[in-house]
């Protein structure tokens, strides 16, 4: 059975959702235009916090087409993105030498537009590379990275603990790590006994769910805590519109035995 990350479905729906242009994902005059473009707003959200510079290796973990990763290129010197979809890297890695790929995404029923993923041109697409990978194994040889981002990864993964417990080995000391999900947990993905869920808030306050915090404090502090709406295109008169939670935490020095205060460093 294929997989939903290896269908030619998925691949011209992440097509469209990190590289279509306004005109083709939202052409109505009403709509959530606040949701488009996620893949820079989640590079873009905590930038001032973490200072993003030539010098810095970052990851990006569940790259999908990879659009986050040539944004990272704007500011870090070195980008790699992991994905461990076969259809997803191939299209990255041509996307990084080619600059652009021509698809066709869903209109209605069985009709389908013409369309090019096209890099920003002022992105410098030689300082990313792509490769496939599974986020619960990841080779012990990618060496360490000043920050990664897990865009929309960890619900979609059967052991999300596995991937969030090599975080430490991976994130040099003062690094960061940007964690953004809308908490999906499905068991198509994940076994319930490895959902990271709670209860949401209900006094309106911005915490991160307790079990995704259990993981991270030892080895990271929560740093900032925001809500990044994002839409998906279907077709053309069909949309999902969901809202991320992003969480920025910062590597400690020392890793901490206990949990302790989520404020930031
Ligand atoms: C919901 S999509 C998010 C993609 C992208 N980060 C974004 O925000 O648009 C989940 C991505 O994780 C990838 N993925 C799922 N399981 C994975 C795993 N075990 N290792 C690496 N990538 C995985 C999928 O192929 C897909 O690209």
Redo the contacts with the bound molecule.
């Keep these: 059975m294929i997989t939903f990350?290896e269908s030619d479905h998925a691949l011209s729906e992440?097509l469209l959702?990190?590289y279509g242009q306004r005109k083709e994902v939202l052409p109505f005059k009403d709509g959530p235009a606040t949701a488009l473009d996620?893949?820079a707003r989640?590079v873009r959200c905590f930038a001032e916090r973490i200072g993003y510079r030539e010098g810095f290796r970052a990851l990006?973990?569940?790259?999908?087409?990879g659009?986050?990763s040539f944004e990272l290129a704007r500011q870090c010197g070195e980008v790699l993105g992991?994905?461990?979809?076969e259809r997803?890297i191939e299209c990255a890695q041509r996307l990084q030498s080619e600059g652009a790929v021509a698809y066709r995404y869903a209109e209605q029923g069985s009709y389908t537009r013409e369309a090019v993923a096209e890099v920003p041109p002022d992105i410098d697409r030689g300082r990313v590379r792509f490769e496939l990978?599974?986020?619960?194994f990841l080779r012990p040889e990618l060496g360490t990275f000043d920050v990664a981002?897990?865009?929309?990864?960890i619900d979609?993964?059967?052991e999300p603990s596995r991937?969030l417990s090599r975080l430490p080995n991976l994130i040099k000391p003062e690094g960061y790590v940007v964690i953004?999900s809308p908490y999906t947990w499905l068991e198509t993905?994940t076994p319930r006994e490895n959902w990271l869920d709670e209860a949401p808030p209900t006094d309106g306050s911005f915490l991160p769910p307790a079990p995704l915090c259990r993981l991270m404090e030892p080895h990271f502090g929560l740093q900032q805590v925001t809500d990044l709406p994002?839409l998906i295109r279907e077709h053309a008169r069909k949309y999902q519109w969901s809202v991320a939670q992003v969480t920025l935490w910062k590597r400690r020095s020392d890793p901490i035995n206990t949990t302790e205060s989520m404020a930031a460093d």
Excluded at 82 to 85: I, L, P
């Design positions: 990350y992440y959702f990190h996620y893949p989640c990006d973990l569940g790259c999908s087409v659009r986050a992991v994905d461990n979809s997803f990978g599974d986020a619960m981002l897990l865009a929309n990864l979609r993964l059967p991937c953004t993905y994002f």
